[in-house]
């Protein structure tokens, strides 16, 4: 009988911390809900003291969350542990998750605290949080650079106080597999009531090693992995949730344990995530890159029709590259199109919301012959977009470019209730469109992030515009699609412009650390 491998999914809180790949409460919302669909089993929602919106957010996922246990974010301190603790309060299962740095740098620099302070810190956040759940999770931050005494000193206390998971994280990504491996088995050796608690690992993948140093951890008695879909994450990333589950399943000859994970659901949900953040997933990215299950090479080829486990260690059908393609177009009805993204994990919460999305796609069916799974992702994403608020809104915009000519553009948006046009020209089509925008509602912002990304194959294709604007500061993600790229970079801007608008925007309070 195989051990269970408990996955612990942080998509919507590490993940969120890339830059730019902050997520609306709708947003972490529809990613929640594939998640439990995918049935993994810890959800990390968010970091609830980090700002009134990451609050909300996260208590909006608790509360529709059953399957999947929730659980938000807590420095060891007792206005956050309180905050996380009000957030997951609605949640059929919940979690705390609290955290102090632990190595000698962290303490001295970041913190300017003494060890023994840090132990008292923990302490107390570990018992705080036990009165609110029975199940509480500690992490010493930065435990890849820790000492290895002092980590044992500040466990065993935090697992006397109540903790029931501790989580090892190699926070900047700087140990090596064999190193962390050793690590995790030295811990739960030498800790005395290391049996009272499940180990678990996060690791970052600033050396690209965070999928080999948590394989190599579960090797060694870690039974919770932390990770996200995509392996996002901040600066290099996370651990990919993909990798991990899909490495522990085809070496079943080599794991003494197993996830309980819908595999099915991995293909889609990372559709989801790329399609949510703009952050493209690259084509030879393991399991769900496009070119993950493609055989180019005629050596391939033959062995792959002679057998398939020639040069296939896994089942394409298995990671849920089936039955993509889906056969509507602009004689389907209402009913049609909720099903299938009913099956894609996306339901409607009224009528409303479902007719709004039914007239995107009719208004698409009627450029694209063929719809896609991949066209409904985005078509969701951009009717949400839409739902932000309005400050500005695009009505038109025509551009043309002409061999020897400077490329124009002219836009017209609705600002503040008002019709307002302009014409521009640029390098190209979309900067001119850009420098229309600009010129009608002067933002003072900067382009920092402009990508383009074609949803499916075809000339018809829909064509993903991810825009990443900085003013003051602060940093806002807009997205666009359309089969006419300069409409969606003109959406894309319109959106991210919009983002500026509203209020209760997430701002980490630890800039630059993760744990």
Known sequence: M???LI??????????????????ADEKIRIARLLERMRVDVIEAGFPAA??????????????????????????????????????????ASRIHTFIATSPIHMREKLRMQPEQVIERAVAAVKLARQFTDDVEFSPEDAGRSEFEFLCRILEQVIDAGATTINIPDTVGYTLPTQFGETIARLRATVPNADKAVF??????????????????????????????????ERAGNASLEEIVMAVRTRQDVFECDTGIDTTQIVPISRLVSNVTGFP?????????????????????????????????MRAEDVGWHANRMVLGKHSGRNAVRERLKALGIEFTSEEELNRTFARFKELAD????????DLQALVTDAASAERHERFRLVSVGA??????????EVTLVVDGGEVHAR??????????????ESLVASGSELTLYSVNAITSGSDAQGEVSVRLSRDGRIVNGHGADTDIVIASAKAYIDALNGFAETGERKHPQAGVAV
């Open 281 to 313: 997933v690259q084509p030879n990215k393991a399991i769900v890159g496009a070119n993950a299950f493609s055989h180019e090479a005629g050596i391939h080829q033959d062995g792959v029709i002679k057998n398939r486990e020639t040069y296939e260690i």
């Open 200 to 233: 678990s690992v996060h690791c970052h993948n600033d050396l690209g090693l965070a999928v080999a140093n948590s394989l190599s951890a579960v090797l060694n008695g870690a039974r919770q992995v932390e990770c996200t879909i995509n392996g996002l994450g």
């Open 424 to 437: 521009a020209t640029g390098s190209g089509m979309v900067d001119a469109t850009f420098r229309a925008i």
């Open 7 to 24: 996955v612990f999914d942080t998509t919507l809180r590490d993940g969120e911390q890339s830059p730019g790949a902050s997520m609306t």
């Open 51 to 92: 700002s009134p919106g990451d609050f909300d957010a996260v208590r909006q996922v608790a509360a529709q969350i059953t399957e999947s246990r929730v659980c938000g974010l807590a420095r060891a301190n007792d206005a956050d542990v309180r905050r996380a603790a009000e957030a997951v309060k609605p949640a059929r």
């Open 2 to 4: 195989k051990e269970h």
């Open 400 to 409: 043309s470019a002409q061999t020897g000519e400077a490329p124009d553009a």
């Open 367 to 374: 450029k694209k012959h063929e719809i896609f799974d991949d």
